[in-house]
């Protein structure tokens, strides 16, 4: 019986490239998910290699991989420095994070990632957590909610759109996605429909799981975890966190703030391997819908 697809891996080979593996290095896969990374990144070193893979999704565990090489750390990656400390590795030759959303979460009818099921708005990738997406929508101001819908959706209605679900939250509480779809629906532009509504469940999913203060943290601790000359390889899906890993590799910094020596030289610990960023093929296109919009990043950690 063929299992059903988790996940499929986005520029797969790029990534791999980008790592530059040596067969004996130490590789973090810091979004394993479906693990299709973490299983190329296993065929590409040797018996002395070793890979750690990071996910904070209890699902993501059925699809562990048993291999001497391997350990899955059942974590969120803005832990990525703990975790390694305690498994007494201080220095690594590479760190992948594929920062898409898996076929997993968008097709789980219950999980409330897609607005394609009427579900619990749940929306937690660590289903630990106690935050749902329905407790944002009840608990926070019409300031707060307006800016989430902006900052992390893009959203121009994000002020219409805040007030309604606040005037309705008043009268009911919004607890499913067909709740909240009744209640923007009259703000979403019928010409951009899907676009726009994914749009607003991709802002209530980051904020529900602190997704871009996760991101500038794992960024800051994978460049300490680097050895000189380890490499970076990230892939990003929307233009925040797009701006954060670019801001970050051109500075060392994620607000992209430039500090210069006395020679004028930029300092940052990162040297740009891709000068242009590199996107999917037509055909990869073709084989994975999802991987339209990715785009790939690579740095190396300049020597000591």
Do not use: W
Not at 40 to 51: A, F, P, T
Not at 216 to 233: C, D, F, I, N, S
């Amino acid at each position: 019986m063929q299992m059903p697809v988790y996940h499929i891996p986005a520029l797969l080979e790029e990534c791999m490239e980008g790592l530059d593996i040596k067969p004996d290095g130490v590789y973090v896969d810091v979004t394993f998910g479906g693990g299709g990374h973490s299983r190329e990144i296993l065929n590409r070193i040797g018996s002395k290699g070793h890979l750690y893979s990071f996910d904070q999704d209890e699902d993501a565990q059925s699809n562990a991989i048993n291999d001497e090489r391997f350990t899955f750390v059942y974590s969120n990656f803005r832990y990525l420095k703990n975790f390694m400390l305690y498994h007494q590795v201080e220095a690594v030759d590479g760190v992948l994070a594929d920062l898409g959303v898996s076929f997993h979460h968008f097709d789980d009818s219950q999980r409330g990632f897609s607005f394609r099921f009427d579900a619990p708005l749940d929306m937690r990738m660590n289903k630990r957590s106690s935050m749902t997406a329905a407790d944002v929508l009840a608990v926070y101001s019409e300031e707060q909610l307006s800016q989430i819908f902006y900052l992390y959706g893009e959203l121009r209605n994000a002020r219409r759109i805040a007030s309604a679900i606040v005037a309705k939250r008043s009268v009911a509480p919004i607890m499913t996605t067909g709740n909240l779809l009744e209640i923007v629906t009259p703000f979403i532009n019928r010409k951009q429909e899907k676009k726009e509504l994914a749009q607003l469940f991709q802002a209530l999913r980051i904020e529900v799981n602190h997704e871009m203060d996760s991101l500038k943290t794992m960024l800051k601790q994978a460049v300490e975890l680097l050895k000189p000359g380890g490499r970076l390889v990230v892939i990003t899906y929307h233009s925040l966190e797009d701006r954060i890993v670019k801001n970050f590799i051109k500075t060392g910094n994620v607000e992209g703030n430039v500090e210069k020596d006395f020679f004028g030289r930029v300092e940052t610990p990162l040297r740009l391997v891709n000068n242009k960023v590199i996107v999917p093929s037509d055909e990869e296109i073709m084989r994975n819908p999802r991987s339209r919009s990715a785009k790939l990043r690579i740095a190396e950690k300049g020597g000591e």
